[in-house]
């Protein structure tokens, strides 16, 4: 099933929704907008953000050390100055929150202390959703944290398309940086998400020329 892509507009007010989220929520105004848009500016799987520890960070915070991902598999993510500004401001409240030592949790649970949890962050998902009013518009009854990840891969794509570039070429350092096992799991945006549609057709119709030619050889 397609996912949800979101508007920038919608990133927005969802994570303006997490700011002012109660303090109720382990995922709280702290730690939660981070998180989001950490998700929504990297395109991390929801695991991958929450495992990360405070010595994933570069010294700069310009990028993230992903470790036992998918499969297992080690990866280092570039953050655009605007995640890394958001992720500094992040860790000035978080020594506030506990120890803000290498191997420590980078997203602490803002109620215990302890790793900030799957559970807690879904809890306040759901709320910050309802809240919005965020209509779906992919094949799913409701929004999913997930579709993030999908909205930073599909915009990428889109940005791309209207730049020119080469989307071949490109696809291949998508791939590595989104931690995708297998290059098919890129293209398969092309044909899924109806956003990628028209890239999708423009590509078949550039080789429609060399079937063409195949067939009347």
């Known amino acids: 099933m397609s996912p949800h892509i979101f508007t920038p507009a919608e990133v927005d007010r969802i994570i303006a929704a997490a700011r002012a989220l109660p303090p109720v929520f382990g995922a709280g105004p702290a730690s939660l907008p981070t998180v989001l848009g950490l998700l929504a500016a990297t395109g991390l799987r929801i695991s991958e953000a929450l495992s990360l520890q405070c010595g994933s960070l570069d010294e700069a915070a310009t990028r993230v050390t992903v470790k036992h991902s998918k499969f297992e598999r080690t990866r280092m993510v570039p953050l655009h100055p605007t995640a890394t500004a958001a992720l500094r401001d992040y860790l000035r409240t978080r020594a506030r929150l506990g120890p803000i030592d290498h191997s420590a949790p980078l997203f602490l649970d803002e109620r215990s202390g302890e790793a900030l949890g799957y559970r807690a962050v879904r809890r306040a998902w759901l709320r910050l959703t309802a809240d919005v009013g965020i209509v779906p518009r992919g094949g799913h009854r409701f929004v999913r944290i997930h579709d993030l990840r999908h909205t930073f891969i599909c915009r990428r794509l889109m940005l791309w398309q209207t730049e020119g570039a080469d989307i071949d070429n490109a696809m291949l350092a998508l791939s590595t940086y989104v931690g995708h096992v297998n290059l098919g799991d890129t ?5 899924a998400v109806p956003e990628l549609m028209a890239l999708a057709g423009g590509r078949f ?7 063409r030619e195949v067939c009347h050889d």
């Open 187 to 191: 293209y398969w945006y092309l044909q």
């Open 205 to 211: 119709e550039a080789l429609a020329p060399q079937f």
